[in-house]
């Protein structure tokens, strides 16, 4: 299944090769993918994943359209105003998508943002966060990523993103062992480039303290290791508490939940422990993000 996994995922980014050589001197990030599966466990096709993710700031989004046209990906087949829509609902765009015969398409998806459309918290400027994005070589070709401390960084918001989604939650087995046990090995396997200083540090300046003690906690549900109830300990705060047992993004939609861990993490229909405590607000926006995505 890996072998098969690496022959699909190298074929993917040799066809994307021009795509990222034309985007050597831009500002962006590979995210997720074959970079995470390297960082985190040491090699490729270790997870288990379809797209390419591209962190990059909005005022450098444009040079990207035309580079992925360029290398002939076409956007997802959406009336403008819906493409309007997913930009400002959201902390991406709809994704842009090249035919690959045999080998199934190969999907770009493009974050502007390291946050979710719902956050109600101080921005992180993206441009910046990228400043010190590096070369990494996948099946050969060159592409820009993340250092393993805001990989880090992206990950866990990203999971709590995932983890807390009324939209996700309705519509997709999302609570999964998988996305924490990326958290972990990431951690492991890279543990003198995220240390606890350095985490918390930025965490601090990102106003991020609850959802990295969040995703640790749950992390530690899994993995009881040391190093995991350290960081878990250094990053509890009174508000990551109180996220522990709710979802929702934000405030206004925040609900409590009605089963405990253990049970979210074993069930593949999310939908059916939340659907009660739903109101005609969750519902009509989880009908418009299925339009939309």
């Keep these: ?73 076409e956007p997802s087949k959406v009336t403008r105003e819906e493409q309007i829509s997913a930009i400002l609902c959201s902390h991406q765009i709809l994704p842009f998508t090249k035919r ?50 805001k990989n880090m960084v992206q990950l866990v918001l990203h999971h709590y993103k995932d983890m807390n989604s009324i939209f996700l939650l309705s519509t ?7 996305m924490l046990r990326d958290v972990y090995f990431l951690l492991k396997n890279n543990v003198n480039d995220i240390t606890l200083d350095k985490l918390y540090t930025i965490s601090a300046e990102y106003e991020i303290l609850p959802y990295m003690f969040y995703i640790f906690f749950y992390v530690g549900e899994i993995f009881h290791d040391e190093i995991i109830d350290k960081y878990t300990n250094a990053f509890r705060t009174r508000k990551g508490e109180e996220l522990l047992d709710c979802y929702g993004l934000c405030e206004k939609e925040r609900k409590k939940w009605r089963y405990n861990f253990e049970t979210r993490l074993a069930s593949n229909n999310i939908y059916d ?3 009660e405590d739903l109101t005609a ?9 299925k339009h939309i995505f």
């Design 1 to 73: 299944m890996v072998n098969l996994r690496k022959a699909i995922l190298s074929k993917r980014f040799r066809n994307t090769e021009n795509l990222f050589s034309s985007l050597l001197d831009e500002p962006y990030a590979v995210i997720k993918g074959e970079p995470l599966s390297l960082l985190a466990y040491g090699k490729t096709a270790m997870r288990h994943v379809g797209d390419i993710d591209i962190l990059i700031s909005r005022d450098n989004m444009g040079n990207l359209l035309k580079c992925l046209d360029m290398d002939g990906f």
């Design 100 to 149: 690959l015969p045999g080998y199934g398409d190969v999907t770009v998806d493009i974050n502007f943002d390291i946050f979710w459309g719902e956050y109600e918290g101080k921005r992180v400027d993206i441009n910046s966060f990228l400043s010190d994005a590096l070369y990494k070589e996948i099946y050969g070709v060159a592409i820009k990523t993340l250092p393993p401390l």
């Design 281 to 289: 607000i969750d519902k009509e926006k989880i009908a418009f993000n």
């Design 273 to 275: 422990l939340i659907k």
């Design 172 to 178: 997709r087995k999302i609570i999964k062992r998988d």
